[in-house]
């Protein structure tokens, strides 16, 4: 489900109801996939899902309207995001970008809290991939099962200071490791100009209609 694009029309055609949060950009599917994921769920329901780590954060920060963080506001305020957790880069073998692990659930115990784990270095070096190792997933999933907070791995933060950050989720954001500072990966830069290109042509489009209605 990585940054895959589908063309607005299967959106906005969708005959069961699975989009009410919005919209995705065509550019990527993201959160199309948790909003179809959502819909099977029961009330009490969770899930589980590894995604682009841009899915967390795009769209924040910026002046006016972003569909994926329009999409992850409603997600935040409903409290139905329980957990981030940042993978070390170049697990997957489609891409040596590092992915994350969005946790979201209906019935959250512990309301107003999300889990922030910022597992980018919980990992041992391989050929040609990286993985991890039991130790690693030992603190990665004790940080999470025991809603603790670790130096330099893990933080719970409160709903409101998400929606302070305009609704952005990126563990690196709130865990630090090492004083290293977030860097754009590649293929995240692409994913945004796509959007950026998007955005302008549907900006294009109400503009020419505008216009057009004015008489020029």
């Not at 005959?15 to 009410?20: I, L, P």
């Not at 924040?60 to 992850?72: Q, V």
């Not at 489609?94 to 990992?123: D, F, W, Y």
């Not at 409101?160 to 977030?182: H, I, K, Q």
């Amino acid at each position: 489900m990585w940054n895959q694009k589908f063309a607005q029309p299967l959106y906005e055609n969708d005959t069961y109801g699975r989009f009410g949060f919005g919209l995705p950009p065509t550019s990527s599917a993201d959160w199309g996939w948790v909003e179809h994921m959502c819909a099977s769920l029961k009330e009490s329901g969770k899930l589980a899902v590894v995604l682009d780590t841009g899915a967390v954060s795009r769209g924040s920060g910026n002046t006016g309207s972003n569909r994926e963080r329009d999409i992850r506001k409603q997600f935040v305020e409903r409290d139905w995001v329980e957990a981030v957790l940042l993978l070390p880069e170049n697990l997957f073998y489609n891409t040596t970008a590092p992915g994350i692990i969005l946790v979201v659930n209906k019935h959250k115990q512990r309301r107003g809290e999300i889990m922030l784990i910022n597992g980018s270095r919980e990992c041992s070096k391989g050929k040609p991939k990286n993985y991890l190792a039991d130790e690693h997933i030992a603190r990665l999933s004790d940080a999470y099962l025991r809603w603790e907070e670790i130096e330099k791995l893990s933080r719970v933060v409160r709903t409101d200071e998400a929606v302070r950050n305009d609704y952005n989720l990126s563990p690196s954001r709130y865990v630090t490791v090492n004083g290293a500072e977030e860097v754009l990966p590649l293929e995240e830069a692409v994913v945004l100009l796509a959007e950026a290109e998007e955005e302008r042509i549907d900006a294009d489009r109400q503009l020419k209609v505008a216009l057009t209605a004015l008489g020029f």
